[in-house]
Nanobody, 123 residues
Framework: QVQLVESGGGLVQAGGSLTLSCAVS????????MAWARQAPGKQRELVAN???????KYADSVKGRFTISRDNAKNTVYLQMNSLKPEDTAIYYC?????????????????WGQGTQVTVSS
């Protein structure tokens, strides 16, 4: 059974930075793609960043150049460094794991999800 636990959310002013962490238990981590997604109030969940087992990354246009996804296979942890934050980045951020080494930024490509961590960006 895979468990994903996010941490690092909080309140930050526009232009600031936050780093989210996702601790992963289970054997799914090392050979599989991981991703971060977010869901703002009243909106659908949006996949914002993906990282494959070899470290290749992919980003949604909305965060490209501002967010960086990374993984530490020794620690079974994936990170999301968020810079130049905007009020529209306010959302619950979720960590997700795929059964495959995919680069898809689609929700149905990921089988396991964390419970999320709130990020609020004030203007």
């Amino acid at each position: 059974q895979v468990q994903l636990v996010e941490s690092g959310g909080g309140l930050v002013q526009a232009g600031g930075s936050l780093t989210l962490s996702c601790a992963v238990s289970g054997s799914i981590f090392r050979n599989n793609a991981m991703a971060w997604a977010r869901q703002a109030p009243g909106k659908q969940r949006e996949l914002v960043a993906n990282i494959r087992s070899g470290g290749i990354t992919k980003y949604a246009d909305s965060v490209k150049g501002r967010f960086t996804i990374s993984r530490d296979n020794a620690k079974n942890t994936v990170y999301l460094q968020m810079n130049s934050l905007k009020p529209e980045d306010t959302a619950i951020y979720y960590c997700a794991a795929s059964l495959w080494n995919t680069d898809f930024l689609r929700e149905n490509a990921y089988s396991d999800w964390g419970q999320g961590t709130q990020v609020t960006v004030s203007s």
